[in-house]
């Protein structure tokens, strides 16, 4: 899949397996002719910025003023990508590749010294616990600021993890036309923060290699775990890794010591300082890493630095690493071990990474479309519900508090922690937006939802190409490209572990069904997670749907044989209840809960599963003269409150199912 009507290499492509093909795969190229054919024809534009929160940084459209380059296998590394030539070039090509790279890393100078001046740590560090009398954790907790960055050790480990990364993964893809964009960001002289969603031990490694063979500053890495092995520790923070101190096994019980906050805020705010790059990962389940987000808020906000330029990354795994059956272990001999045990992997997955436009924090922060204010736990919105009082049903915003627990910066204000908050959950939607599909999601998708009981091979490809041309629709884009036969063969070989394929004689061609254990669908349900995100407006719609469906009729989800009228009013309020219980991540902050679920519900009649209903009236509903109150606006002193659907008298629609 090409992008738009640039050009493009052999890269673009999917690899096949260097592994000998199975051997239903001469069946699968014997039945199947056809191609896709809207694969190299359309390629949406995703990670642009939020035009309601960052409008002058979308204004600047580095992304969509950037030429289209195609995409760049960075595994793939050629003489050509060197300045030399010859036969001898060929076999060193990835050494002279990582020498040629540029490697920008300040020296640490006397940071410490600087952090342990500025006041919030003076509050916790009196001058005798400075000296030798200091405690051990507090010596540990000191010593993570002293991370730096070696220029021949970042080349080193660079090259090792190209070679590492050839084992893991058959391909590891980038943008161009994203990497021109972030070029233009780095000009103007603002520090940059990577924000990404933690999937796996190698996300990070896998950014900062992109961003090192594209001849840009390898940023300070903030890695949640704790490191046993001391040579280990030394290596990873003369690369600029801050990793978790000794004393603390987890993330939340390294944030409740007395020490670590303001240590490492004062940190964040000297790397920002001194033009050093960021990058954090975000937790989606529970939301850790957002304390480091409301860290560099705080920089901003105390005037350390003008601004920060904020890039959201999306990491798509063909297979995620972290559902691999080997992982490595802390001591080195264990990682040597789990290295070699990559050489025994028949089929690797593809990776797939998006920079997204990069945007103004303070812009972001400073524009007010986020209403943090007067936010009402779960319990609250939805008690109404469950005693059946419509009366007091509660219209407003879920809190979401709990993406910075309170023993997480304590110095933070109520409001200053729900600005945070709402800055990880817009962050972290930009993140899934980036993202992109994967021809593994798919075909899980397919297999676990809709041909649960198994499907034909060529009903499963017609589907592929159905569900994909959904995706491209909504504007995400596609982890993969070329013709229908070799993604479909990709995505088979790659689940092939999980799926039992077999050669029906009366059929005349193959049949695949997913094994049904429960391992295999929760593997199938984390590889298909993406496309929640994508279909998410229509899951909620459907589900409304189908719960009005049931209180109406009153039978426990057995099928209707009649009609049934389905007021909007319903059907929005139980749409919204729904919304509440979304996980974070789904819907920004500068989107209120309702304006979703009246999405929840036109994306109903977009997807032809309701029609709306013709209402008799006695006034005609083009006679706009004789109805009363069209154009008076509500009483709120709030303008921007009050949108056009509010300003005017709303009328009463209804809607049914619409004929199978």
Partial sequence: MTEG????????????????????????????????PFLGTFRPLV?????????????????????????????????????????L?????????????????????????RICSTDRVKRVLTPQTVAEECGEDTRGILALAEASQSPSLIRLVGWLLLRIFSLMFCSVQVNLRQMVALHRATQQNIP??????????????????????????????????????????????????????????????????SVYSPVMTSLVGELLMSGESLSVGVCEESGYGGQWLARIRQAVAEGLVPD???????????????????????????????????????????VRIHFAQAF?????????????????????????TVLHNRKHTTFGQRDVSWLLPPSFLPELSHSERQLSAALTLHLMHSVTSSMAVMSTSVMSCLLLHKHRRGVRMSVLCRDFCWLLEELLIRRYDAG??????????????????????????????????????????????????????????????????????CEVAGCGGREMEFDVALGQEELTEKSLQLTHLLPAGYIPPCQTANSFALDAVDSMVRCGILVMEEVQRDTPLCDFWKKQGVFSFTSSDDPEHCSDSECEEQDTRSYKRAPR
């Fill in 360 to 384: 103004s924090l303070k812009e972001m922060c400073d524009s007010g479309k986020w209403r943090v204010d007067g936010r009402c736990p779960l319990q609250d919105l939805l008690l109404p």
């Fill in 192 to 257: 940059l923060v990577y924000v990404y969603i933690r999937q796996g031990a190698v996300d990070q490694a896998l950014i900062s290699l992109t961003l090192l063979c594209q001849n840009l500053k390898v940023p300070y890495s903030v890695y949640p775990a704790r490191v046993h092995n001391r040579l280990m520790r030394v290596i990873l923070q003369q690369l600029g890794v801050i990793f978790l101190p000794d004393h603390a096994a987890t993330e939340q019980e390294a944030e409740t010591h």
């Fill in 480 to 549: 993969f490209g070329g013709t229908l036969l070799s993604v479909v063969y990709h995505a088979l070989s790659v689940l092939r572990p999980h799926l039992l394929i077999a050669t029906v004689p009366a059929l005349g061609e193959l049949v695949v069904i997913a094994r049904p254990d429960p391992h295999t669908l929760l593997t199938l349900g984390r590889y298909g997670q993406l496309l929640t995100h994508v279909f998410i407006a229509e899951a909620v719609g459907a589900c409304a749907v189908s719960a009005l469906l």
């Fill in 47 to 87: 990670g642009q910025s939020c035009h309601q929160c960052t409008p002058e940084s979308v204004g600047r459209q580095l992304l969509k003023n950037a030429p289209l380059l195609g995409f760049r296998n960075l595994l793939s590394v050629k003489e050509t990508h060197t300045r030399y030539r010859g036969w």
């Fill in 308 to 350: 920060v330029n904020v890039v959201p990354v999306g990491i798509s795994y063909d297979c995620r690493p972290s559902c691999q059956s080997t992982r490595p272990g802390p001591g080195v001999l264990s990682v040597l071990r789990f290295v070699l045990s990559l050489l025994s992997a028949d089929e690797r997955g593809g």
């Fill in 5 to 36: 009507n640039g050009d493009h290499s052999r890269d673009d492509f999917t690899p096949q397996p260097r592994r000998p093909a199975v051997s239903w795969g001469v069946k699968i190229r014997k039945k199947l002719k056809p191609m896709a």
């Fill in 89 to 113: 070039v060929r076999r060193v090509c990835c050494v002279l590749f990582i020498c040629g790279r540029k490697v920008d890393s300040g020296p640490a100078g006397d940071r410490l010294l």
